[in-house]
C-alpha cells in the first residue's frame, strides 16, 4: 500500500502557503541548502572502527592469552548465532542419491539437512583402494554462485586431494550451485533480529557437513582439515576456530584487518548491498582478524593470500600475520603457522591450490615438509553453466552467443544430487526458521503498579544494549542558524547542529508567522529525510494545526544520504550500530530545542513531541522511551513488532534490523 501523508483541508486563497509549496519557499529564500560532505556517515564509521582496533587488549603472554581468547571465543559464537541455530538442530540421516566412478576416486552424492526445510547437495570424494580411515577435507566454495561445486577449479582441488589419498566433502553453501535461488540468499536481514548472522548460518552448514563426514568409516576422525578461497575461506576461517574437529585449516583469500575489509568495500555497498556475509555483527568490537585466528593455535594453520586483491587486502593479511606469529610463539609453535603469498587477483589459482596441497600432506599424512606439491590434471565433471554465465570475470564480446541463450541453462549434469538440479528455495527456509525462533521466545508479563518500577529499569537497560554504547551526553557545540526567514506566513530557520564530533545534523525550523505565545513543537523524522516531509504535506499539516516543527535529517538520510545497507552493516560489525546512532541524533535534536532560546516568543518545552514515518517511527519510539522531556511520540507507517520484519522480503531498511533484538 502507497504511504501517503494525512490531507489538509485548505482555506481561501488568502493563505501564501496554501497557494504554493512549501518546498518552492524553502528553494526561493535558499534556507534549505546542501550540507558538505555527504559522506560523513561512512567516514564516521570508517574513523570509530579505526579507533575500535586500537583499544583492543594486546596479550604479550600465553597466560594473557588464554583469557583472552576465552573470552573472543564466547563473543564469537554469540555474534554468529551459532547456540541459538544448536537449539533447532533437526537432522534426518543423510541419504546417498547416486555414485559417480573415476579414475582414481568414487564421488557419492549426498543430499541432507542442515536446519529444517534447509537441505543441502555435497559430493564425497572417496580414494580408490582405501585400506584403514583416511585423513579428510571439508571443502567449503566461496561464492561461485552458478556452479558451486561443479565449478571446475574447486573440482580440480577436491580431485586432487582424493588422489593424495584424502577423504573429501565439498558441498553448495546456500544460494548456489544446486541451492541457486536468487541474489538475495547471501544477505538475509530477518535473521538477525533473532540473533544469527548470515555467517552463523554458513559456520553452522559447515559443522553440519563436518557431522557427517566424521560419520564416514573410511574418514580418520583425528586428520581433518578444512579449506575454501573467498567466501570459502571466511567459512573455513570461522568454522576452524569454533569447531575443535578441524585439525588443519587453509583459508584463502580472506584473512586480512577488518578495517582493511571495510575500507576495500568502501562505496561498493557490499557487492551491490545483497551480501551479509563478511558482517559478523559486533566482532570489531570485541577482536581482530588475528585474535580470532590465534584461537586456531597451536594447530596447523596456513594463510594463502593473492598480492592484487582488492577485497582482501595484502597489506591488512601482512598484518593479521605478524600478529598471528605472535600468538603461536606464546605456544613455542610458530612453525605451525604460514603465510604464502601468490601474485594473483582474487580466487583459488593452480599456485594457491598447489600450496594448499602441501599444506595437507605434511599436517594430515606426514608427507613432505609443506612445500607446494604439483596439481595433477583430472577428468572433470562437466560444469552446469559456461564461464561466460558466471559473474566470476566479465565476459568476452565473443560470448554473446552463449549471453543471447541464458535461458538453455543451466543443462542437465551428471554432478547433480537433486533430480532436476535444484533444493528447494533456501530463503523460505530461513525466513521461516527465524519467524519460528521470534515465536518461540518468551513474552514477558505485563507489569502493574507494584512491578513497573522494576520492569522499566530492566526494559530500558535492553535498550540500552540494543542501541549500543552511546557517547557522552556533553552540552551541544556547533550548532548555527544559516538562514532566518519571516515571509508569506511562515517564520523558517534552517538549522545545523553537531550531534557528536564530526557528524552535522541538518534541519529546518518552521512556525506559523503569527507566533505570539509559547509553542508546541514536533520533532519530524522521516525514514527517508526532512525533504519528503516538506514536499509530501506532512510538515505543513503540522503547521496548520498551530504548532511549531523542527524536520531534521537523521544521519545517512537527506543531505548525507548513503546506502543504507553499506552504513548500517559497516556499522553493525561495531558496538555502534547505525540505528543507535541515529537514535542519539534525534535525543540531540531535544538537546537543540531545549536550549534554544528566542528574544521573544519562545518554544514550549514542557510539550515537545516527535512524528516519524517508516523507519523514522522507531527512531522516534527509542528516543521517547530515553528521554523524558518527549511529551509524546506519533509512529505513522510504522511497523508494530520486530514480527513484522520477520518476512522474506523486508519492506524496511537494513538499519532497522537490530542484532538480537
Known sequence: MPRMCPKVNMTSGEDAIARSPLQRHLAWWGVDRALPGAAIVLDFIQAYAARLATQLPYPTSHAEWQVRADDVGKRLRRSLGLDKLAACRHLPEAQVVGILPRAGYTIEKVIYETLPGLWAAA??????????????????????????????????CCANLALRGLVVLVYDPIGQGERLGDWMEHGHLEPLL????????????????????????????????????????????YTSVLDARVAVSVPVCFVTTFYQMMTAERDRNWEDGVDLCNQVPEVMAYAEMSDIGGLFAPKPLCLIAAQRDWMFPIAGTRAAYRRLQEIYRFWGAEQNVQLVEVDAEHGYTRPMREAMYGWMLRWLQGEGDGAPSPERECDLLPAPYPPALTYIAPPDPADLP???????????????????????????????LAQRMAAELPVPALPDATTWPTQRAEWLARVHALLGRMPPRRPLVGDRTYNQVLQYGLFAERVVFESEPDIAVPAMFLAPAEWQRYLPVVIYVDEWGKQVGLETGCVEALLRAGLAVLALDVRGVGESAVSDFEAATNALMSDRPLFGQRV???????????????????????????????MGGLLCLYAAALDERLAASVLWETPLSYRDLIVERPAFPPSAFLFDA
Open 402 to 432: 552463449i549471453l543471447r541463450h541464458r535461458a538453455d541453462y543451466p543443462q542437465e549434469n551428471p554432478g547433480w544430487c537433486f533430480p532436476s538440479g535444484r533444493s528447494a528455495p533456501c530463503g523460505v527456509a530461513i525466513t521461516r
Open 194 to 237: 533473532v540473533g544469527v548472522s548470515q555467517t552463523g548460518l554458513m559456520v553452522w552448514e559447515s559443522m553440519c557437513a563436518l557431522d557427517y563426514l566424521l560419520s564416514r568409516p573410511e574418514v580418520d576422525a583425528a586428520r581433518v582439515g578444512m579449506t575454501g578461497a573467498s567466501g570459502g575461506g571466511l567459512n573455513t576461517f
Open 123 to 156: 559430493h564425497v570424494y572417496i580414494p580408490t583402494g582405501l585400506r584403514a580411515p583416511a585423513p579428510a577435507v571439508l571443502f567449503a566454495p566461496g561464492h561461485w554462485m552458478e556452479n558451486g561445486k561443479l565449478e571446475p577449479d574447486i573440482q580440480m
Open 584 to 614: 542519539w541524533d534525534v535525543l540531540r535534536a531535544v538537546d537543540y530545542l531545549w536550549r534554544r532560546i528566542y528574544i521573544g516568543v519562545q518554544i514550549d518545552k514542557g510539550r515537545i513531541g516527535c512524528w516519524g514515518r517508516g
